[in-house]
């Protein structure tokens, strides 16, 4: 299993709460489809991911890759073993937001 930074499910938790004031059940359960969808990704070839979101190249850095999951981004650190640092909605603005 992949372990989360504090952070991360900082971000998950809103991410949460707002589909659930929304009363928006299948965004929720799509969310939790792709986090899970991601953790299989990463477990079985961590260095899949790409350096920075397509949109964002700016945000590549040397410790980071990120895997499209969904209708998210999910950065991940490539520490042995890797473990996720940010998830993002895909419309979000990712760098005002890191």
């Known amino acids: 299993m992949i372990?989360?930074?504090?952070?991360a499910l900082r971000?998950?938790?809103a991410l949460?709460?707002?589909?659930e004031a929304q009363q928006r059940d299948g965004a929720a359960h799509a969310l939790l489809?792709?986090?899970?969808q991601a953790e299989r990704r990463i477990e079985c070839d961590p260095s899949a991911g790409l350096a920075a979101p397509r949109p964002?190249?700016?945000l590549?850095?040397?410790?980071?890759v990120w895997v499209k999951?969904?209708?998210?981004w999910i950065a991940y650190n490539i520490s042995t073993p890797p473990v996720i640092a940010a998830i993002f909605f895909e419309t979000s603005n990712i760098p005002g937001r890191l």
Do not use: F, M, V
Not at 33 to 36: D, F, K, Y
């Open 3 to 7: 372990e989360y930074t504090p952070e």
């Open 11 to 13: 971000q998950i938790d």
């Open 33 to 36: 489809t792709a986090l899970e």
């Open 16 to 19: 949460l709460q707002h589909y």
């Open 60 to 64: 590549t850095q040397a410790d980071r």
């Open 69 to 72: 999951s969904g209708r998210c």
């Open 56 to 58: 964002y190249p700016q």
